[in-house]
T-cell receptor, first 113, second 115 residues
Framework: AQTVTQSQPEMSVQEAETVTLSCTYD???????LFWYKQPPSRQMILVIR??????QNATENRFSVNFQKAAKSFSLKISDSQLGDTAMYFC??????????FGAGTRLTVKP | DTGVSQDPRHKITKRGQNVTFRCDPI?????LYWYRQTLGQGPEFLTY????????KSRLLSDRFSAERPKGSFSTLEIQRTEQGDSAMYLC?????????????FGSGTRLTVV
């Protein structure tokens, strides 16, 4: 079974500081994709960053970067220079072979001024 | 293209009534997905279409749930004889087949409240 686990239900960070959100997943597949989605309050899910499992290099998108550890099946998200607009639910997600995307339970991040 | 559109944004219904939600995907996307999201949880997959064909429906929550995509464009999700446990956010997403690695584009969702 393909499962995604986010062990931090809630986190907070001071504005301008760095925070890391954790995600682990379970799969027997070798080729797959991992994602972090952001869901602001009452707004739609937005793709933050994606990682292809066959690429060893960690993905980076501006202030967002991932630490992908394939052997450990770990996929954490680092947000640098946190901004108030980063306050949202963050979901880790997994997909393989054009199957449906599986999501973790989410981490609620609050950025404090 | 304005992205994935869902209508209505909010729906309040009495228990036992039928409800129908609509999703308009990105026009060039041939895959369309329906998810349910309950409070404090991640989205839970319900069903998906490739063009007009419904390729997976075994994970619809019960036989009260059904979905259609008659012309391979917009889709509808219907819940018959609603129950209080059906209260949730219903999300629609779309993608191009073969590009799952690019992720899905989500709509803003329809929030259903069953009273």
């Amino acid at each position: 079974a393909q499962t995604v686990t986010q062990s931090q239900p809630e986190m907070s960070v001071q504005e301008a500081e760095t925070v890391t959100l954790s995600c682990t997943y379970d799969t027997s597949e070798n080729n797959y994709y991992l994602f972090w989605y952001k869901q602001p309050p009452s707004r739609q899910m937005i793709l933050v960053i994606r990682q292809e499992a066959y690429k060893q290099q960690n993905a980076t998108e501006n202030r967002f970067s991932v630490n992908f550890q394939k052997a450990a099946k770990s996929f954490s998200l680092k947000i640098s220079d946190s901004q108030l607009g980063d306050t949202a639910m963050y979901f880790c997600a997994f997909i393989y072979n054009n199957n449906d995307m599986r999501f973790g339970a989410g981490t609620r991040l609050t950025v404090k001024p | 293209d304005t992205g994935v559109s869902q209508d209505p944004r909010h729906k309040i219904t009495k228990r036992g009534q039928n409800v129908t939600f609509r999703c308009d995907p990105i026009s060039e996307h041939n895959r369309l997905y329906w998810y349910r999201q309950t409070l404090g949880q991640g989205p839970e997959f319900l069903t998906y279409f490739q063009n007009e064909a419904q390729l997976e429906k075994s994970r619809l929550l019960s036989d009260r749930f059904s979905a259609e995509r008659p012309k391979g464009s917009f889709s509808t999700l219907e819940i018959q004889r609603t129950e209080q446990g059906d209260s949730a956010m219903y999300l629609c997403a779309s993608s191009l087949v073969g590009t799952g690695g690019g992720g899905y584009t989500f709509g803003s969702g329809t929030r259903l409240t069953v009273v």
